[in-house]
């Protein structure tokens, strides 16, 4: 059976299988590997009507499914079942994506590894001992297990790069407002940015073409043109090309063997006649606190309507880290400490910001690591959330300026993956994924398959 | 960053929380230490920083003021979680007291 969307696009054209074929074989796969991934919370059934040239996809489960439980993960949704569902799931369902269930994440999206999970961890299928990483754990592991074809996710402060590094999986997370967020549980309203995970950044590309645009819907959705990204993606001169090297992304924080991987593919594009040039993103070390002020406080309002009045139950079913962060948000929301933190970490947003708009003035691209440091045990850190935090590090700065990065493999430490970022201006997706396709052209680790044991 | 029992409780208020008092302590102690490291943000010099931030770079987005019919809910669609329900409406505590 394929591994990609592109192979299965070719296998439907040469009638190599039915559709039937192909959403019996992932339904099935999906069910075997639950037990060892716990990557689903919900496998649909699929005596629903399967359209010709069907695409097996799964949603995180924070998108909005008519008719299909949709728990964000979290006790309190453990019954909700939308009456509607978000505008990129009904997008998906026009261009024949069939969904095969609802994804394991961080209850509410809030974590870095999968673990704060109402529903039980997921696990890493490169080594089931490890977190895959999160938010969008489950989202990660389908596709890097070969469970669909690809994953709907969202990224709020790295919660698809992160776990896409973990897993030898492709994860864009697109400019703000390139993607309708409507239908979507809104965690940082300014920030959350709606993307997918696939095998190839191809995949990647083909699925952003049909997920992109503006949205009556979503008043933040932008109405610059969306293209078929797929089409130019080989046509990058990389002679023409200047990629910057963010000093602060390469410092000896950085697990020495993961700054070694992204060393090497950053080698593959400058042999190929990219100008490497070495730039500084002077805020970076202001991210993680700047991010976690901002987010708290909005998540403590949009969680606001769940009472448990008008749909789940009731607020006492919050898990550990939906309080946490729902007090910090509180706290700096609230007068006499309204200036001192939520002001203050909305200025530490603009001068975050305003560090890649400069940078974006002398390069095309900058390429990092998307972590510090190698996925941890399962239950190494649930205990320290601050950890946790420091965990989105690398990731959390592009969420602030809403811009766009393409997470790709970077490689292997000892047999564990690495991914490293590519990060762009606004709208510059086209550009993240031709450069993506070179790094994956000469490397080829998406044909490295997980052992799942 | 101290931060008392007496905040807690009325950040619980606010926050439209009610915590078992296991919960609160473990809660009081980890927003101790996040609070703390989030009030490193008060060494980086902002003067002359917008408080403000525009995210998507858009402006005065407006729609017509008409429904989008086929996405509008049925009364019974917009029930159909409701914990508690009377008369096609939602059951609620009472706001006002007389």
């Known amino acids: 059976m394929v591994d990609t969307i592109k192979e299965l696009l070719d296998g439907y054209n040469t ?33 629903r009507e399967i359209p010709q040239q069907a695409i097996p996809i799964a949603y995180k489960d924070i998108y909005s499914t008519k008719g299909v439980l949709t728990t964000c993960a979290s006790k309190v949704l453990s019954n909700y079942i939308p009456p509607f569902s978000a505008t990129v799931v009904k997008k998906l369902e026009q261009a024949n994506f069939y969904s095969l269930g609802k994804l394991n994440c961080d209850a509410f999206a809030h974590g870095a590894t999968g673990e704060n999970s109402d529903y039980g961890a997921t696990h890493n299928p490169y080594d089931l001992s490890l977190v895959p990483g999160g938010s969008s754990s489950g989202s990660a592991v389908a596709v890097a297990s070969g469970s669909v074809l690809v994953a709907m996710a969202t990224d709020t402060g790295g919660s698809i790069r992160n776990p896409a590094s973990f897993t030898n999986t492709v994860g864009l997370k697109p400019t703000y407002g390139r993607v309708s967020r409507y239908g979507i549980n809104a965690m940082t309203s300014s920030t959350d940015s709606i993307g997918h995970i696939t095998k190839t950044v191809w995949d990647s590309a083909y699925v952003l073409s049909k997920t992109a645009g503006k949205d009556y819907h979503d008043a933040t959705s932008s109405t ?48 190929k006649g990219a100008e490497i040039i ?20 909005e998540l403590s309002s949009n969680l606001a309507r769940l009472t448990g009045l008008r749909y ?31 002001a203050k970490a909305m200025q530490a947003r603009n001068l975050i910001a305003q560090d890649f708009d400069e940078v974006f003035k002398k390069v095309d691209v900058l390429i990092a690591p998307v972590t ?22 690398l990731t959390i700065p592009v969420n602030m300026a809403g ?14 993956p690495v991914g490293l970022q590519i990060i762009g201006p606004k709208f510059s997706e086209e550009l993240l994924f031709q450069v993506g396709k070179k790094i994956e052209d000469e490397t080829e680790y998406y044909k490295i398959r997980p052992a799942i044991k | 960053m101290k931060i008392d029992i007496d905040q807690i409780k009325k950040l619980e208020k606010l926050a439209n929380l009610s915590l078992t008092d296991e919960r609160r302590d473990k809660i009081t102690h980890n927003l101790q230490n996040i609070l703390s490291y989030v009030a490193s943000l008060q060494k ?16 005065n987005i407006a729609v017509e003021d008409e429904p989008v019919l086929e996405d509008s809910l049925t009364s019974e669609q917009a029930l159909s979680n409701a914990s508690e329900k009377v008369r096609g409406m939602f059951k609620t505590k009472k706001v006002i007291n007389k």
């Open chain 1, 15 to 47: 009638k190599k299988f039915t559709s039937k074929e192909v959403i019996g074989y992932f339904h099935e796969k999906s069910k075997q590997l639950q037990q060892k991934l716990n990557h689903y919370i919900t496998i649909q059934n699929i005596d």
């Open chain 1, 224 to 271: 610059i043109p969306v293209l078929d990204y797929t089409l130019k993606i080989n046509d990058l001169d990389l002679s023409k090309i200047k990629i910057g090297l963010p000093k602060e992304y390469f410092n000896e924080n950085i697990d020495s063997d993961i700054s070694k991987k992204v060393k090497e593919a950053i080698e593959i594009l400058k042999k």
């Open chain 1, 278 to 297: 070495e730039v500084s993103l002077p805020n970076t070390d202001y991210g993680v606190a700047c991010y976690y002020v901002i987010t708290p406080s």
């Open chain 1, 312 to 342: 789940g139950l009731g607020r006492e079913n919050f898990g550990d880290e939906a309080v946490r962060r729902i007090m910090i948000g509180t706290f700096s929301l609230s007068s006499g400490y309204y200036d001192a933190f939520y």
């Open chain 1, 372 to 393: 510090s440091l190698m996925p941890p045990k399962i239950g190494e850190q649930v205990n320290d959330p601050l950890k946790n935090y420091l965990m989105d590090a």
């Open chain 1, 403 to 416: 811009i766009p990065a393409l997470s790709v493999p970077a490689g292997f430490v000892k047999n564990i």
């Open chain 2, 44 to 59: 980086l010099d902002t003067s002359g920083v917008s408080a403000t931030f525009n995210a998507s770079g858009l402006k």
